[in-house]
């Protein structure tokens, strides 16, 4: 290998092989059986496709996009493509046709790897708007048995023509891998727009390979670790864990079976590192409370001591940053052995080491709850922009209310107006096709990152809002709704919240309920609905959310209290626009979808 290939991420991919050739690098499962996938066999997978790419035209400089749920075959087309110096350009799995053609023909993409029939089904419904696709290929062709189109292939006959063409020029790929230099593009990662039609963010070899390495920097990670793999793998967060570090650590990654068991996945793998979006922590958190609420009296009464004792050692480290005394320190052994060990083992949670929420913001009750039951959750904070990651907490310096510390190498200094303002290897080469959108972005080499913040005397980042988010009301006063928001979200009956206000005399809510919990209390009280829109109707379900309200607003400033709400009768979406594929809610598209309950409430 070249002096380059180090700092490239198809080099450092070869060198994770030539380390752990037979070690497990994946699992994944199939006909319920766990099956292993060593780094060699991930080798022979990324070369033969790479071969065949190459043979079909796929040049260094090029780009080809990948759709389909998280599974070894999207990462072997993922660095397969990057071997050939192309650029890979992931789309979400659950975006509509439309948003599909968006991001394959903005990035020029020639080959198109997608999971199955579901997935090729949308590609049909744009073919003869994307010229420059010159193949898709298929991994998953159940149903797919009499279908035939010359512009399609199967994954199998791509490996077939890949073995037939390494025979014929062996050496061919590891040329190829030289040429490619640092400032190459590694991947296009398309932001998930929730002010508009989604950026390509280009990011270099440079910065995948250096957060490779940034990312255990904060908190180590060791090659007997294992991780679940099931955040959508065209968002940077995920590609993190899955791809990059992984090089670099030699983890093992494990493929969840689909969405629907990722809570049975995670006790049978019981991973020692997790990293999950807050709705993922939410619906956990919200899930015990339900299950201890519905115990028998004598499971509550010992769930209850051993939180008062977890509570007050969190606080104690957390918030006084003191010792934990030792009879406390006892008192949390023995509560653990009592009860937070059963429910750990239960969930899954027994092993990990540290946990990471990340993607948008977490409601610091939810980070204390899991520290008082004994998970190390901590947040991270950064943007795509920045390869991902710029700040997280180190296990045992958690300081509640931040985000944590910057990892090795990278700068944050506070803007005039309050903006963040980071510098680093990570930070990205610009927009695709976009210079007006990178200008903004980049000024002297520091990334805008949009957010608002500040940094407290110990070095501790502390997020406070989105700048385009504060709310001015009519009296001019700035309010940050985030962080009202976070407080709303950790009700148990409250999925999501947004809050209104800019330019008004009162601060009001539109509120998204926790569907199951909600349902769960209707039935405890006897209440009657037949619909979701019934139920958000309902008097007494109103009158639950207002009680949740008021407790919150209890702890605000009187200009930050929601004087008004309305909750939303209908669930919200990913395909009518309100939501983000990582779950986070489209401000602009509720303020002008449900316009007319918003005025209602003025």
Same mark, same amino acid.
């Given at each position: 290998?070249?002096?380059?290939? $180090?700092?490239?991420?198809?080099?450092?991919?070869?060198?994770?092989?030539?380390?752990?050739?037979?070690?497990? @690098?994946? !699992?994944?499962?199939?006909?319920?059986?766990?099956?292993?996938?060593?780094?060699?066999?991930?080798?022979?997978?990324?070369?033969?496709?790479? %071969?065949?790419?190459?043979?079909?035209?796929?040049?260094?400089?090029?780009?080809?996009?990948?759709?389909?749920?998280?599974?070894?075959?999207?990462?072997?087309?993922?660095?397969?493509?990057?071997?050939?110096?192309?650029?890979?350009?992931?789309?979400?799995?659950?975006?509509?046709?439309?948003?599909?053609?968006?991001?394959?023909?903005?990035?020029?993409?020639?080959?198109?790897?997608?999971?199955?029939?579901?997935?090729?089904?949308?590609?049909?419904?744009?073919?003869?708007?994307?010229?420059?696709?010159?193949?898709?290929?298929?991994?998953?062709?159940?149903?797919?048995?009499?279908?035939?189109?010359?512009?399609?292939?199967?994954?199998?006959?791509?490996?077939?023509?890949?073995?037939?063409?390494?025979?014929?020029?062996?050496?061919?790929?590891?040329?190829?891998?030289?040429?490619?230099?640092?400032?190459?593009?590694?991947?296009?990662?398309?932001?998930?727009?929730?002010?508009?039609? #989604?950026?390509?963010?280009?990011?270099?070899?440079?910065?995948?390979?250096?957060?490779?390495?940034?990312?255990?920097?904060?908190?180590?990670?060791?090659?007997?670790?294992?991780?679940?793999?099931?955040?959508?793998?065209c968002h940077i967060f995920e590609q993190l864990f899955t791809v990059l570090a992984h090089f670099d650590v030699g983890h093992i990654v494990?493929?969840?079976?689909?969405?629907?068991?990722?809570?049975?996945?995670?006790?049978?793998?019981?991973?020692?590192?997790?990293?999950?979006?807050?709705?993922?922590?939410?619906?956990?958190?919200?899930?015990?409370?339900?299950?201890?609420?519905?115990?028998?009296?004598?499971? !509550?009464?010992?769930?209850?001591?051993?939180?008062?004792?977890?509570?007050?050692? $969190?606080?104690?480290?957390?918030?006084?940053?003191?010792?934990?005394?030792?009879?406390?320190?006892?008192?949390?052994?023995?509560?653990?052995? $009592?009860v937070f060990r059963k429910l750990k083992e239960r969930l899954g949670f027994d092993r990990i080491r540290v946990a990471y929420s990340g @993607?948008?913001?977490?409601? #610091?009750?939810?980070?204390?709850?899991?520290?008082?039951?004994?998970?190390?959750?901590?947040?991270?904070?950064?943007?795509?922009?920045?390869?991902?990651?710029?700040?997280?907490?180190?296990?045992?310096?958690?300081?509640?209310?931040?985000?944590?510390?910057?990892?090795?190498?990278?700068?944050?200094?506070?803007?005039?107006?309050?903006?963040?303002?980071?510098?680093?290897?990570?930070?990205?080469?610009? %927009?695709?096709?976009?210079?007006?959108?990178?200008?903004?972005?980049?000024?002297?080499?520091?990334?805008?990152?949009?957010?608002?913040?500040?940094?407290?005397?110990?070095?501790?980042?502390?997020?406070?809002?989105?700048?385009?988010?504060?709310?001015?009301?009519?009296?001019?006063?700035?309010?940050? #709704?985030?962080?009202?928001?976070?407080?709303?979200k950790a009700s148990l009956y409250i999925n999501d919240a947004v809050v209104i206000g800019d330019k008004r005399k009162f601060l009001s809510?539109?509120?998204?309920?926790?569907?199951?919990?909600?349902?769960?209390?209707?039935?405890?009280?006897?209440?009657?609905?037949?619909?979701?829109?019934?139920?958000?109707?309902? #008097?007494?379900?109103?009158?639950?959310?207002?009680?949740?309200?008021?407790?919150?607003?209890?702890?605000?400033? !009187?200009?930050?209290?929601?004087?008004?709400?309305?909750?939303?009768?209908?669930?919200?979406?990913?395909?009518?626009?309100?939501?983000?594929?990582?779950?986070?809610?489209?401000?602009?598209?509720?303020?002008?979808?449900?316009?007319?309950?918003?005025?209602?409430?003025?």
């Amino acid at each position: 290998m070249s002096n380059n290939s $180090a700092e490239t991420v198809p080099g450092k991919f070869k060198e994770a092989v030539a380390r752990w050739g037979d070690k497990v @690098a994946m !699992r994944k499962k199939e006909f319920g059986l766990w099956h292993d996938i060593t780094w060699n066999d991930y080798d022979r997978n990324v070369t033969t496709l790479a %071969y065949a790419l190459m043979s079909m035209g796929l040049a260094k400089g090029d780009c080809a996009s990948i759709i389909g749920d998280n599974c070894p075959e999207w990462v072997y087309a993922d660095v397969a493509i990057q071997c050939c110096g192309a650029a890979t350009a992931g789309v979400y799995a659950t975006n509509a046709w439309q948003q599909v053609e968006y991001v394959v023909a903005n990035s020029d993409s020639r080959f198109f790897f997608v999971e199955n029939e579901e997935q090729l089904d949308k590609w049909l419904k744009f073919r003869d708007k994307a010229p420059r696709l010159e193949k898709i290929i298929v991994w998953d062709t159940e149903g797919l048995r009499q279908f035939k189109d010359p512009q399609v292939m199967t994954y199998d006959q791509l490996l077939e023509l890949g073995a037939k063409v390494e025979q014929e020029n062996p050496g061919m790929l590891d040329q190829r891998i030289q040429e490619i230099g640092p400032e190459d593009l590694s991947v296009l990662i398309y932001t998930s727009g929730t002010t508009g039609p #989604p950026k390509g963010a280009m990011l270099t070899h440079r910065n995948c390979v250096w957060m490779g390495k940034a990312l255990t920097s904060n908190n180590p990670m060791y090659g007997q670790d294992e991780i679940m793999s099931f955040l959508p793998l065209c968002h940077i967060f995920e590609q993190l864990f899955t791809v990059l570090a992984h090089f670099d650590v030699g983890h093992i990654v494990n493929f969840i079976e689909s969405l629907d068991t990722i809570t049975d996945n995670m006790v049978e793998i019981s991973p020692t590192v997790a990293h999950a979006v807050p709705r993922i922590w939410e619906k956990y958190y919200s899930a015990i409370l339900i299950r201890m609420a519905d115990a028998t009296w004598f499971k !509550r009464l010992m769930f209850n001591l051993a939180m008062n004792i977890g509570k007050k050692r $969190a606080n104690r480290l957390m918030m006084e940053f003191k010792p934990v005394p030792a009879a406390l320190e006892l008192q949390y052994n023995l509560a653990h052995l $009592a009860v937070f060990r059963k429910l750990k083992e239960r969930l899954g949670f027994d092993r990990i080491r540290v946990a990471y929420s990340g @993607a948008a913001p977490i409601a #610091p009750e939810i980070l204390h709850f899991f520290h008082s039951i004994g998970v190390n959750l901590v947040e991270g904070y950064g943007q795509t922009e920045g390869t991902g990651v710029t700040t997280t907490s180190k296990i045992g310096e958690v300081k509640f209310g931040t985000v944590g510390v910057p990892l090795e190498g990278v700068q944050i200094k506070i803007a005039d107006d309050g903006e963040i303002l980071v510098k680093s290897p990570g930070v990205f080469k610009g %927009y695709f096709k976009n210079p007006a959108a990178t200008a903004e972005t980049i000024v002297d080499g520091w990334l805008y990152s949009g957010d608002v913040g500040e940094i407290d005397e110990d070095g501790y980042l502390k997020i406070t809002d989105r700048k385009k988010d504060i709310i001015v009301t009519a009296g001019g006063k700035n309010i940050t #709704p985030q962080y009202i928001e976070n407080k709303l979200k950790a009700s148990l009956y409250i999925n999501d919240a947004v809050v209104i206000g800019d330019k008004r005399k009162f601060l009001s809510c539109l509120i998204m309920i926790d569907e199951d919990n909600v349902v769960k209390y209707a039935q405890d009280n006897k209440i009657q609905f037949s619909t979701y829109k019934d139920l958000t109707r309902n #008097p007494e379900i109103n009158q639950l959310i207002e009680r949740e309200i008021k407790k919150v607003n209890e702890t605000l400033a !009187r200009v930050e209290q929601v004087k008004k709400f309305t909750i939303l009768p209908k669930k919200l979406y990913e395909e009518d626009g309100e939501m983000t594929p990582t779950m986070k809610v489209k401000r602009k598209s509720i303020n002008e979808g449900f316009s007319d309950l918003i005025e209602a409430m003025y």
